[in-house]
């Protein structure tokens, strides 16, 4: 897996966990936290957001595998639900397939948010779990290449706690409107890297659409 491809999966990634776009519920959630609290929150989603998506990038096929699922089709329905998250984020909603309004509500009572709701559902929520399990599943098997997908991976979740880190400063910069439009923003390449996916997947479901 050559060095573009790993910065295309980079990108691809964070597009689709949008820790900026999850600011303002992170702040929310750890409303009258201090400090230390704040920044052991960050920490813990991002801890989270690494150890669910490097589970999936091994675990992902085999268990496609042991339900009998091919590849192709997963892609055509991970592209389908991430179109719908896309068309959610360029509304700048949250997707109920991120998080539901008793989760949300939920949240505001729970001490571990770093794991419930932010680690999961939030960030490393079924379309970033969908994007790579089609990304491993693409390396045919090669761990060399699966284990190169652990570099985005790692970006992405340091990302997330870099952004977590800088939410209070970040919002005040940004504002809603700024963080609206990088949720926009991030929705329409998402909305694009879904149709890739469902059209790869077609195309190999039933090759002869390609002719």
């Given amino acids: 897996m050559d ?9 691809a ?3 689709i966990v949008d820790p900026v776009g999850v600011i303002p ?8 936290y201090s400090l230390a609290q704040s920044r052991s929150a960050a920490r813990i989603a991002a801890l989270t957001v690494l150890g669910v998506l490097t589970l999936f990038t091994f675990a992902g096929e085999p268990m496609l595998s042991f339900f009998g699922i091919r590849l192709a089709a997963f892609s055509v329905a991970g592209g389908l639900l991430l179109l719908l998250l896309a068309l959610s984020m360029v509304q700048a909603h949250v997707s109920p397939l991120r998080q539901t309004r008793d ?3 939920e949240a505001e009572e729970k001490d571990a948010v770093g794991v419930v ?4 559902p939030l960030l490393a929520g079924p379309g970033a779990i969908t994007h790579v399990i089609v990304a491993a599943g693409a390396a045919k098997g090669d761990m060399l290449q699966q284990a190169a997908l652990l570099i985005p991976v790692a970006l992405v979740a340091l990302s997330v706690w870099l952004s977590f880190r800088a939410a209070p400063m970040i919002a005040r910069r940004l504002g809603r409107t700024g963080i609206h439009v990088v949720t926009r923003l991030m929705g329409l390449i998402i909305a694009a890297i879904s149709v890739e996916m469902i059209a790869g997947g077609l195309g190999k479901l039933f090759p002869g659409l390609l002719a």
């Fill in 3 to 11: 060095i573009l491809a790993l910065v295309k999966a980079a990108l």
């Fill in 117 to 120: 709701p932010l680690g999961i």
């Fill in 13 to 15: 990634l964070f597009a």
């Fill in 103 to 105: 989760e949300a509500d």
């Fill in 25 to 32: 519920i992170f702040l929310i959630a750890t409303q009258g």
